[in-house]
């Protein structure tokens, strides 16, 4: 029998946690959207932000990364979970603001080379119903930084970290992060490899923070007020080109979402 690499192994088995997350959100939206049809229910965007947050961030992955913990054997101590400390608060200031400084350089960066980027469906929907938005500002602190983080830097980078160094660990849990939100993307392939590339950024402020506290609350925290940030300044893109009668075109922020 052929020993694998530890890190080989490792990196598997991050690999295969992120996916099956991914794919039993998939499968959890699409029973519920077949079992809608079948009912002839019509869904709202509104409806459908809904049912997607419930479906990936909330059963998915947050199911599969508890499931992952208690067939390891651990407990919620694993990730790290805690109140922030006052320096850990201070953290997470710092990588908001990190986070944004990257998406603004690299955004500023693909905009002046006229690189076309693919688009975050929820950014979408919001363009249809710009209200939907409002509801994404407090679902980035309930369901999507919590959710994401606690899989792919609890889960996911912890076990790259058990074999890897910190900085290789980090790099390609980000990676995989954001290699993820490929599905979540609309667009041509290499439009949403773009954006993919920018989401990368962002993901390393993510991972670098949860490897510097030790604490899943402080990457979770960050993660949701940049989206929060994202979604309501989308809102107010939207809504300043409707009172000018202009058509929307959220650009960058649409894509940049995680």
Known sequence: MVSLDPRVRSLLVAVGIAVVGLVVGLGILLGVGLAAAGAGVEFTPTVLIVLSLASFQGVAFGGVALLYLRYRGVDLDYVGARLPTG?????????????????????????????????????????????????????????????EELLYRGVVQNRLRETFPPVPGIVLASAIFAAIHFVALTGGASARLVTVGILFFPSLVFGTLYELTGNITVPALVHGAYNATLFTLLYIALQYADMAGETPTPGLLAAVGL
């Open 87 to 147: 320096r850990e608060l201070l953290f997470a200031v710092a990588g908001y603001v990190g986070a944004f400084g990257a998406v603004i350089v690299i955004g500023t960066i693909v905009g002046l080379l006229g690189v076309e980027t693919g688009t975050n469906q929820a950014a979408e929907l919001g363009r249809q119903s710009p209200e939907t938005l409002l509801l994404l500002v407090p679902a980035s602190f309930l369901l999507i930084g919590p959710g």
